[in-house]
């Protein structure tokens, strides 16, 4: 038989098996539903970036230097603190953006690995959940930032608000799985949510970072201007 009533209630109770059956079959409905935005989120960003993209921009010059090393550049050595006027003037707030985006990262490689492999247990629970609990203190800090400085107010739009919130809402949510608070499928549906949302707002931007940063480089790198030390020893004669 299914199940039996219990002599208390009359309610019909299911067996031990079925009841892991069905969470097992919720479980991989969850998962589908989760792999679905992901490939909408791919191919939406992919789109977008075909279309921002218009067949590329077409150089006229002769080629001074190579386009890989400008990339190479643009992404390692012109990222360093002592490179960009931006972070040097305001090291902790790039100290704090880079805590948040940290957690955002592990957030993303749970979802990945409970894709991958739903059976994988925490391997240091403690740690990632403290580094975690960092990062949602940063989102939160940005965000109010974000809300009492009035020159980042005036040029807001409600997406910036709704991104940063998703975001810390799914740092939260790995700290929930993380220490047992949660399961594995309400992650996972909570982070459906931002991929679905990912193509239609600033999300977007974990893609377009990288494809901006690649576009600019090798332009600079073909021109000869990265590597910055290659130009520079040019102009000094050296």
Not at 178 to 207: C, D, N, R, W
């Amino acid at each position: 038989m299914p199940g039996r009533g219990t002599p208390e209630t009359g309610r019909l109770c299911l067996s031990p098996d079925i009841a892991h059956t069905k969470s097992s079959q919720l479980f991989e409905t969850e998962r589908i539903v989760a792999l679905i935005s992901i490939v909408w989120a791919i191919l939406l960003l992919l789109v977008q970036w075909y279309i921002a993209w218009g067949g590329g921009r077409i150089e006229f010059s002769a080629p001074s230097g190579r386009a890989i090393s400008g990339i190479i550049y643009n992404f390692t050595i012109a990222m360093l603190p002592s490179h960009k006027e931006s972070i040097s003037k305001h090291p902790m707030k790039f100290v704090i953006g880079l805590l948040m985006h940290i957690g955002v990262f592990i957030s993303i490689v749970k979802v990945l690995i409970l894709l991958i492999s739903p059976g994988t247990a925490p391997i240091i629970p403690n740690f990632i959940s403290i580094l975690l609990g960092i990062s949602v203190i940063c989102g939160f800090y940005l965000f109010v930032r974000r809300i009492i400085t009035v020159d980042l107010r005036s040029m807001s739009v409600p997406d910036d608000y709704i991104s940063i919130l998703l975001t810390i809402g799914l740092m939260i949510m790995a700290i929930a799985h993380e220490t047992g608070q949660i399961l594995s499928g309400a992650f996972l549906i909570y982070a459906s949510i931002i991929y679905f949302y990912m193509p239609l707002g600033k999300l977007k931007h974990v893609l377009f970072f990288f494809i901006a940063r690649a576009e600019y480089g090798g332009r600079l790198g073909y021109r000869g201007v990265y590597p910055v030390h290659n130009s520079v020893k040019e102009r000094s004669g050296g």
